[in-house]
């Protein structure tokens, strides 16, 4: 399975589009939708670019996810957690009690998780709640 239009707006929602390299708060250089593969200070790219980026970052999690979900998703599932590990990384996915749950088939036990994901540097953030309950809300919707 791959990420559908609609899981790539709910990314591009909630990932500022920067066009010219800039340092995030861990220090590296990123460009588009948060990139970082070979970005160097100076560097600068078209709106495409940065949504070829995004495609190519994502095909990692992409397979991350149809290798660790061993249940039936749907596209809506499957675009929710792509936007959620967007965010939190593969290994902590992959440890989260989130997918744990999910591979039990427990879907609404795992829907409640994502909420779990709000902080970053320890603090609870209005945009990453906001962002979970999107995320909920695409996962539950064709339960």
């Avoid at 599932?77 to 989260?96: P, R």
């Amino acid at each position: 399975m791959i990420i559908s239009n609609k899981g790539l707006n709910l990314i591009k929602n909630f990932e500022s589009l920067r066009l010219k390299a800039y340092q995030s708060l861990s220090g590296n250089w990123e460009i588009g939708y948060r990139h970082t593969k070979n970005v160097t200070p100076n560097d600068m790219i078209s709106e495409l670019q940065a949504d070829c980026f995004l495609i190519q970052d994502l095909y990692q999690i992409e397979q991350s996810i149809n290798d660790s979900v061993c249940v039936n998703i749907n596209q809506n599932q499957f675009d929710a957690l792509c936007s959620l590990i967007m965010d939190i990384g593969i290994m902590v996915f992959n440890k989260s009690a989130l997918l744990i749950k999910l591979n039990k088939a427990d879907y609404l036990g795992a829907s409640k998780e994502f909420k779990k994901f709000n902080k970053s540097e320890n603090l609870v953030l209005a945009k990453l709640i906001r962002r979970r309950k999107m995320e909920t809300e695409l996962f539950c919707s064709d339960l």
